[in-house]
């Protein structure tokens, strides 16, 4: 279990790497084929193809600066199941555009596949951060 627990770790390191330095390729091997998104607020994303076209249209407008911090605050393993929490924070500065900083809670699920831990779900529930003056 704590090599699982490792390995889920490494997993929120390896994403939060590639999405600041805009690898979606990376992004992608690290959920399954049917994954699920929830957002509050918007529809949810179903799969990987179309969590891949969302990325696309978003780097159709120039590519944005990313910077976040995951703080894993839970995490259980059920043979090749597991669950996360974690507090997560985000910026991101569009191109051209003011800086937007969300933070909140997730809730993700992890399914392991070929030996692999992978995104299978994830809840987000991040809010808007006031910016300080």
């Known amino acids: 279990m704590q090599n699982d627990e490792q390995e889920i770790r490494q997993l929120v390191a390896t994403w939060m790497s590639a999405t600041k330095g805009g690898d979606v390729k990376a992004i992608l091997e690290l959920m399954t084929d049917d994954v699920v998104f929830l957002v509050a607020g918007q529809p949810p994303i179903f799969g990987k193809s179309a969590f891949a076209a969302a990325a696309q249209a978003q780097a159709s407008h ?19 199941w597991a669950f996360m929490r974690t507090r997560l924070t985000v910026t991101i500065t569009p191109p051209g555009g003011e800086q937007i900083t969300r933070a909140g809670h997730t809730l993700s699920i992890l399914k392991k596949q070929s030996g692999k831990w992978l995104l299978a779900r994830d809840a987000n529930l991040l809010s808007p951060v006031a910016k300080s003056t």
């Open 62 to 80: 120039g590519r944005a600066q990313f910077a976040g911090t995951s703080d894993i605050e839970e995490i259980k393993v059920f043979e090749e």
